[in-house]
């Protein structure tokens, strides 16, 4: 049994790999197809160059057979006109190889164009579910890394792959026209190199794949470890994120060595072939230049492309690692392009005539973000527009899955779930972005001045009412202070504004957008009291006239709430206005007590 199950995992390993490089290949001809013009012009410049190339070492037998002895005795003519030849040839070869250079890096920066924001919108493009697992650093690999790798193959590694294939080819067909017998021996030498090339296409290619993931996980560490370096720092953990990365960068040099160890094996077996070959030529031809049936020209033109074959192969293998590792990067980025979002757009959206109210209906609704493991049980929940609903519950309980539904984050596991009688599911991104703004703990303030990021959500809107957004939420009087009013430039995560600030400046966002349902997932749990007390009346402000769920621990933001929900494992077990929930003495009542009994102390 166990056999049988190896057996299976071994051709289901094989029958992946097939499918991911056929994503990959289908991804590079669809890049490569709109850019058909670039790329039929760089294979003619490389045909061409290589073809003239090609032909120099027969130009130089051609010139000592039958122009030294013209010269010698007195006729020039013959010599010149090979020169002449020679020369021209020689800048030709010269001016195609130019000419390639351009056209590849043309076809190559627009396919990357291309292909980096295709990327970018698709990564937009993806739930929220699989940002959440899908560290950011190895969305950074792929959008950077990965796209530098193709870049330099793109760049350089294609073309000097083609022209050392070429190369070898016309250096082939030129042995064989001017001595049959060192073609057949080249033959025989090629049957060592192919197998000693397939082991080493084989073992690379699995060591470069190490490698790319190796380095994916590194990116990653690295962007893990700053982008939480005040955590890193108040815990005084920077010795033990030292370690972390060190251990990460060590995995990747071991792999790096993995692949420079097979290379440093085939490389030299490589130039011993190529060595053999050239002495097997100078011997039989050497031979029959002494017999006087090949002439001394003809012998060297037969070295120098026996050196041209294997000199290809050389360059071809040096360039293996460029491609494989360009190979790699194609999978993964074909691998993430092929990543399918978890909440599509909906093939017919429906449209409204008139702006939603903001009456919220679950009906049967339930919830897993695993298969198996509910995150929601079954429930029904009716939330008339314009009211004020709190979810209350321990960490984990599932007040923010509830919301991330309304938000649309993630879709309905079971049931359905309508805004004004129409499914969430039903509507465009755009149009449910307008009527559901979701405020969360962290109010993130993107490089930029105040006005800029109070525009997030209505890019369009005027000054004026910027600032009538700014005030109805009591951010005008700390906007109004700074250096430049509105234009002040905000540093990285709003740096320059306090906490509280912050915050408003958040609020005067979602009331600019002015949606019909808000949601405000632990926006004030990062305050302090008085901070928190700061932005009460924007809160209030924000949350008037509008149908709201508002996630929080302190009960001070909730007890002016119209309705209160109490969540526990994934079940509403609770229902009704502070006052109701107080007086019944259940769980509501219990954590009120313990709250003002923390506030007496």
Same mark, same amino acid.
């Given at each position: ?16 790999? #097939? ?8 991804? @590079? ?7 058909? #013009? ?33 010269? /010698? ?73 990965? @796209? ?12 000097? &792959? ?22 057949? +021996? ?40 700053? !982008? ?11 010795? /033990? ?20 160890? %097979?290379?440093?094996?085939?490389? $030299?077996?490589? &130039? ?31 070295? %120098?492309?026996?050196?041209r074959i294997f000199e290809p192969v050389f360059q071809m293998s040096q360039f293996y690692n460029q491609l494989q590792s360009a190979v790699s ?7 993430? @392009? ?7 757009? $909906? ?57 991330? &539904? ?14 004004? !009688? ?9 149009? &449910? ?14 490089? !930029?001045?105040? =006005?800029?990021?109070? /525009? ?39 740096? =320059? ?14 009331? @600019? ?15 302090? %009291? ?14 008037? +006239? /509008? ?29 009704? =206005? ?15 007590? =313990? ?5 007496? %102390?």
């Amino acid at each position: 049994m166990s056999q049988q199950l190896a057996e299976d995992k071994i051709e289901l390993d094989a029958s992946e790999k #097939k499918f991911t490089r056929q994503r990959s290949m289908a991804l @590079l001809v669809r890049v490569l197809k709109p850019l058909r #013009k670039e790329l039929m012009l760089s294979i003619i410049y490389v045909v061409a160059a290589m073809g003239l190339n090609t032909l120099a070492p027969w130009l130089i037998a051609y010139t000592l057979n039958n122009a030294l002895n013209p010269l /010698r005795e007195g006729n020039s003519q013959p010599m010149l006109v090979s020169l002449a030849v020679f020369g021209a040839a020689a800048i030709l070869a010269g001016v195609f190889v130019y000419l390639n250079i351009v056209v590849t890096t043309r076809l190559s920066q627009k396919a990357l164009y291309a292909l980096r924001l295709e990327m970018f919108d698709h990564a937009q493009k993806l739930s929220v579910g699989f940002h959440e697992k899908y560290t950011a650093g190895r969305v950074i690999s792929r959008l950077t890394s990965d @796209l530098e790798t193709l870049k330099a193959f793109l760049d350089s590694g294609l073309s000097q &792959l083609a022209a050392a294939a070429l190369s070898m080819v016309f250096s082939v067909i030129a042995l064989f026209v001017m001595e049959w017998r060192a073609g057949v +021996g080249l033959l025989v030498m090629m049957v060592p190199v192919a197998l000693l090339t397939v082991w080493f296409q084989r073992r690379s290619s699995v060591a470069f794949r190490a490698q790319r993931v190796e380095s994916a996980q590194l990116i990653g560490r690295f962007t893990e470890t700053f !982008g939480s370096i005040r955590a890193i720092k108040a815990f005084n953990n920077e010795a /033990r994120a030292r370690s972390v990365y060190g251990e990460k960068a060590e995995d990747y040099r071991l792999r790096v060595m993995d692949s420079v160890k %097979i290379f440093g094996l085939y490389l $030299p077996s490589l &130039l011993g072939a190529g060595t053999v070959f050239v002495a097997v030529v100078l011997v039989v031809g050497g031979h029959s230049v002494l017999e006087g049936a090949m002439q001394v020209g003809t012998l060297l033109a037969l070295v %120098i492309y026996a050196n041209r074959i294997f000199e290809p192969v050389f360059q071809m293998s040096q360039f293996y690692n460029q491609l494989q590792s360009a190979v790699s990067a194609l999978e993964k980025v074909s691998g993430f @392009l092929a990543e399918v979002p978890q909440v599509a757009e $909906p093939a017919r959206p429906v449209q409204r005539t008139q702006p939603a109210a903001g009456h919220l209906e679950f009906r049967d609704t339930s919830f897993e973000y695993l298969p198996g493991r509910p995150a929601l049980h079954p429930f029904n929940l009716d939330i008339p527009a314009g009211q004020q609903v709190a979810l209350v519950g321990k960490t984990g309980a599932g007040k923010s899955t509830l919301a991330k &539904l309304v938000a649309r984050f993630y879709d309905l596991t079971e049931g359905s779930l309508t805004l004004d !009688g129409v499914a969430v599911s039903d509507l465009a991104d755009e149009q &449910l972005r307008r009527e559901v703004v979701m405020v969360t703990q962290e109010a993130f303030l993107f490089t !930029g001045t105040i =006005s800029e990021n109070i /525009r997030l959500g209505r890019p369009e809107a005027t000054d004026q009412e910027v600032e009538d957004a700014a005030r109805a939420v009591g951010a005008h009087g700390f906007i109004s202070v700074m250096p430049e009013g509105y234009n002040t430039d905000l540093s990285k995560r709003g740096g =320059s504004v306090s906490a509280g600030q912050r915050q408003l400046i958040s609020f005067a966002r979602a009331f @600019l957008v002015d949606p019909a349902v808000l949601i405000l997932d632990e926006a004030t749990a990062s305050l302090d %009291i008085p901070s928190e007390r700061l932005v009460q009346a924007g809160l209030e402000k924000l949350l008037a +006239g /509008r149908t709201s769920l508002v996630i929080a621990h302190r009960l001070s933001t909730v007890l002016t709430s119209d309705r209160i929900l109490v969540i526990d494992d994934g079940t509403i077990v609770e229902d009704g =206005s502070p006052t109701q929930l107080i007086e019944s003495g259940g769980r509501f009542a219990q954590l009120h007590t =313990s709250w003002e009994e923390s506030m007496a %102390i």
